[in-house]
C-alpha cells in the first residue's frame, strides 16, 4: 500500500520544499539588510515578466533539460553520473569541430550532425567511467567527478593550443559560420505574431530538448531496454535472475546518459555563444543532479524542475545586476533550494507521510 | 494644429530627459575581480573617483566566468545604461556581436584596438614604452645583473609588456639576464597568488634581485614574495608602491582610472574611435612617492626622465611586441 497519494509526492513535497528554501532565503537576504520582497520581485519581473527574461530562463531551462535528463536516465539503473559538467563540454567540443570545420549549407542540416557529434562526444566521455564501473568495479561516482576535470584540462588544451584563431588572445575557438546560427525563439515565433525579445538566446534547441524528454519517457516506460534498466536498478541480483547482463546495462545507461549531457552543447555552444569558450557549461552538469532530483526522475518532472532552476539562474543574475546583494549569496540561495529538493527530501516526506496515514486511519 | 504640435512636442522633450536621466555609465569588470589591486582595481578606482566628483551613480558587475560577458552586455544596454565600459580583451568578441545591436548606445572598451564598429571607443595602451622604462630602473637597481619577469596569462598583451621590460633592462646593461615565466594559460593566471609567489620564488633561487609582476592579481603574491625574501619588486596597472613601502621599486602605471573617468565624464556623448595612450598622452608612465623614494637613485629617475623624452622625441623606439610576434631582447 502506498503511505501517501501520488499527488502529494509529486507536487505537495516539492512546493513545500522550495517554500522552506524561500523562507530561509528570505532570512539570509534580511541579515545582510536587504528586502527579501523586493528581491523575489526583481526575480520574478527580471525571469518572467518581459519577453526577454523568458528568453533566458528556457535558455537556462534547456541546458538544464540535458543534463537533468542525463542524471535521471543514470539514476534509473542506480548509478550517480555526476559527470554531466565534462560529458557537456566534450559534447562542445564535438559541435565546435563540426560547425568549424564542415561547411554546412542549412543549420537544420548542420544541426542533426551537431546533435549527432555531440551525443558521441558526451558518450565516449561517459563510456570510460562506465568500462570502469562495469568491469573493474571502480566506483561511478568518483570516476565520472574526476573525468570533469580530465575534460576541463583537455578543454583547455584545446582552445589555447590547438583551435584558438591565430592572433587571437582570448581562450576560444572562431565564430561559427553564418549558415549553422540556430533560429532563437524570436525568428520563430516571428510568424505567428509572436513579438519575441530578440537578444533573448532561447533558441530552436528548446525543442530538440522537449523531444529529448519524450524520447526517455518512451525509452524507459514503453521498451524492453528501459524495462532492464528499471529491472537493474531496482534490485541487482534480481535482474541477473531473470537474465539481464549487468555489464550491458551499466554500459548502456551510462552511454544515454552521456550523450543527453552532450547535447546540452547544441544549445550554449552552437544556440547561444556561437563558438566554443572556456567554462560554456557554467555548471549546468550540476545542476542537471538537483534537476534530476527534484523532478524525481521523470522526464516530465525534469522539465518542469528545470524551468524552475532556470528561472532561478535568470532571477539570479538579475539580482547580481541590479542590487547590491553580492554574487556570492546567490549562489547560497541556488543552493538552498538544490538542499531542501534534493538532499532534505525526508526531512519534509517523513512528517508528510505520517500525516496522510493518521488522516486515513481516521477515515477507516 | 499648433496646440497639437506644442504638445507633442512636450511629449518628445518629456520622453527625452526620460531618457537621459536613464542613461547612467555602467562598468563590467573582467574575471580578474573588482578588488585584484591592479588593472580592475584602476578601473573602479576611476569609475569611484567620478561617482565622488559628480555625485551621480553608475551600474557594476563583477564576471564570474566567460559566459556571461555577453549577457551581462545585452542587459545592461536593454537597461539604457549608456556608456557601457567593459575591461579587457575577452569582451573583443562579445562587444563585436553586441555593439551593432544597440546603435543608439555608447561602448567603451579598455585593452582593445582591433574592432569596427561606430558607437564604440577603444582604448589601448603603449606598455612596451612604460615597461621599458621599469626595465632600466630594474637593471639599475639589480646587483646580481639577473632581472626577472612574471606574466598572468600568456597572451601576446602580456608579452607586449615583457618585451618592452627585456628592452629597457637591456639599454641600461646588454649582459642582463632576463629571466621570464608566465603564471598559466587561462584567466584563472590573472588572479591566482600562490603560483605568483612560487614563480618568484623560482626566479630568486635563479638569482633574480628584482621582479616585475605584469599578472593582475597575481601580482598581489609576486610583491608579497619579493618582501619576504628581500628583493625588490615592481608593480603593475595602479600604483602598488604602498603594498609593501620600501620593497616595491615602482610600478608600472598604466592610467586605465583615466580612460573609465573620462568615458564616465563623457557619459552618452563619449567619443567613439580607437585611442592609443602612450608617454606621451600620460597613458602609461612610472609611479614615484615617499614609498619608493628610498629605492629611486638620482641617476635612475635622470636617466629615466631622459628616456621617456627620447621616446616621445621619436630618438628611442621601443619595439612592440604585436608588431611580428616576437621580441628582439626577449625569448618566451
Redesign the interface.
Known amino acids: 500500500m502506498e503511505k501517501m497519494p501520488k499527488w502529494a509526492d509529486v507536487v505537495l513535497i516539492p512546493l513545500i520544499s522550495l517554500l522552506l528554501a524561500a523562507l530561509l532565503s528570505a532570512l539570509v537576504i534580511l541579515a545582510i539588510g536587504e528586502s527579501p520582497v523586493e528581491a523575489v520581485n526583481l526575480m520574478i519581473t527580471g525571469a518572467l515578466g518581459s519577453t ?1 527574461g523568458w528568453g ?1 530562463t528556457l535558455y537556462y531551462a534547456t541546458n538544464f533539460m540535458f543534463t537533468g535528463l542525463a542524471v535521471a536516465v543514470a539514476f534509473h539503473a542506480r548509478m550517480f553520473n555526476i559527470g554531466g559538467e565534462g560529458q557537456a563540454m566534450l559534447g562542445g567540443l564535438g559541435v565546435a569541430m563540426v560547425c568549424l570545420y564542415v561547411p554546412w549549407p542549412h543549420w537544420s542540416i548542420a544541426l542533426l550532425a551537431a546533435c549527432a557529434a555531440s551525443m558521441l562526444f558526451g558518450a565516449a566521455w561517459a563510456a570510460i567511467p562506465a568500462y570502469l564501473q562495469a568491469k573493474r568495479g571502480s566506483h561511478i561516482v568518483i570516476t565520472t567527478i574526476m573525468f570533469n576535470f580530465i575534460a576541463a584540462a583537455f578543454l ?1 588544451y584545446m582552445l ?1 593550443n590547438v583551435m584558438r584563431p591565430k ?1 587571437s ?4 575557438t572562431a ?1 561559427f559560420p553564418e549558415a549553422v546560427h540556430l533560429p532563437t525563439l524570436h525568428e520563430l515565433l516571428a510568424p505567428i505574431g509572436i513579438n519575441f525579445s ?2 533573448a ?1 532561447a533558441n530552436i534547441s528548446l525543442l530538440v530538448a522537449i523531444f529529448a524528454c519524450f524520447v526517455v519517457w518512451a525509452l524507459i516506460w514503453r521498451t524492453r531496454l528501459g524495462y532492464e534498466i528499471r529491472a537493474y536498478g531496482h534490485s541487482e541480483t534480481g535482474a541477473v535472475y531473470a537474465g539481464i547482463s549487468p555489464v550491458r546495462i551499466t554500459i548502456v545507461a551510462m552511454l544515454i546518459s552521456g550523450a543527453l549531457a552532450g547535447l546540452m552543447a547544441t544549445n ?1 555552444v552552437m544556440g ?2 556561437e ?1 566554443l ?4 557549461t ?1 555548471g549546468a552538469g550540476f545542476i542537471g543532479i538537483a534537476v534530476a532530483l527534484m523532478g524525481r526522475s521523470h522526464p516530465f518532472g525534469v522539465f518542469l524542475a528545470a524551468i524552475l532552476f532556470g528561472f532561478l539562474y535568470q532571477g539570479g ?2 539580482l ?3 542590487t547590491s546583494i553580492p ?1 556570492e549569496l546567490i549562489v547560497v540561495i541556488q543552493a538552498l533550494v538544490i538542499l531542501f529538493t534534493g538532499a532534505l527530501d525526508n526531512m519534509v516526506r517523513m512528517p508528510l507521510e505520517k500525516l496522510f496515514l493518521g488522516l486515513r486511519k481516521g477515515v477507516e | 494644429m499648433t496646440l497639437m504640435k506644442s504638445l507633442m512636442g512636450a511629449a518628445a522633450a518629456v520622453a527625452l530627459t526620460a531618457g537621459a536621466a536613464l542613461a547612467e555609465p555602467a562598468l563590467i569588470f573582467d574575471l580578474g575581480g573588482k578588488f585584484d589591486k591592479s588593472f580592475n582595481e584602476a578601473a573602479f578606482n576611476g569609475a569611484k573617483r567620478w561617482a565622488d566628483q559628480t555625485g551621480k551613480s553608475y551600474r557594476e558587475i563583477e564576471l564570474q566566468s566567460e559566459a556571461q560577458r555577453e549577457q551581462a552586455l545585452r542587459r545592461f544596454a536593454e537597461a539604457g545604461a549608456n556608456p557601457i565600459i567593459t575591461m579587457g580583451f575577452g569582451m573583443a568578441d562579445p562587444l563585436s556581436t553586441v555593439a551593432p545591436d544597440y546603435p543608439d548606445t555608447k561602448f567603451v572598451v579598455i585593452d582593445v584596438t582591433w574592432l569596427d564598429a561606430p558607437n564604440l571607443r577603444q582604448v589601448g595602451f603603449a606598455e612596451h614604452e612604460g615597461s621599458y622604462l621599469v626595465g632600466m630602473m630594474a637593471a639599475m637597481a639589480s646587483k646580481s645583473g639577473t632581472v626577472g619577469f612574471i606574466g598572468g596569462m600568456d597572451v601576446p598583451l602580456i608579452r607586449h609588456f615583457g618585451c618592452g621590460y627585456a628592452q629597457g633592462a637591456k639599454a641600461v646593461n646588454p649582459d642582463i639576464n632576463v629571466v621570464a615565466n608566465m603564471t598559466g594559460t587561462t584567466p584563472a593566471a590573472w588572479n591566482d597568488p600562490v603560483k605568483g609567489s612560487e614563480l618568484t620564488k623560482a626566479q630568486i633561487s635563479q638569482g633574480a634581485d628584482v621582479v616585475y609582476a605584469a599578472a593582475g592579481g597575481t601580482g598581489v603574491g609576486v610583491l608579497q614574495t619579493a618582501a619576504d625574501e628581500g628583493i625588490l619588486s615592481i608593480g603593475v596597472d595602479s600604483n602598488q608602491n604602498h603594498l609593501h613601502p620600501g620593497k616595491v621599486l615602482t610600478s608600472m602605471l598604466k592610467r586605465v582610472d583615466v580612460a573609465v573617468y573620462d568615458a564616465m565624464k563623457a557619459g552618452d556623448e563619449v567619443e567613439t574611435g580607437v585611442f592609443t595612450m602612450g608617454l606621451a598622452q600620460e597613458g602609461v608612465g612610472v609611479a614615484m612617492d615617499d614609498n619608493n623614494a628610498e629605492l629611486v637613485t638620482e641617476e635612475m629617475s635622470s636617466a629615466v626622465d631622459k628616456a621617456r623624452q627620447d621616446i616621445i622625441d621619436g630618438n628611442i623606439s621601443v619595439v612592440s611586441y604585436y608588431e611580428n610576434d616576437s621580441c628582439p631582447a626577449l625569448q618566451f
Open positions: 526577454y533566458y583547455n589555447v592572433g588572445m582570448d581562450p576560444a565564430r530578440k537578444a538566446p550554449n547561444e555563444a563558438r569558450v572556456l567554462n560554456s557554467e543574475a538579475e547580481a545586476l541590479w554574487r
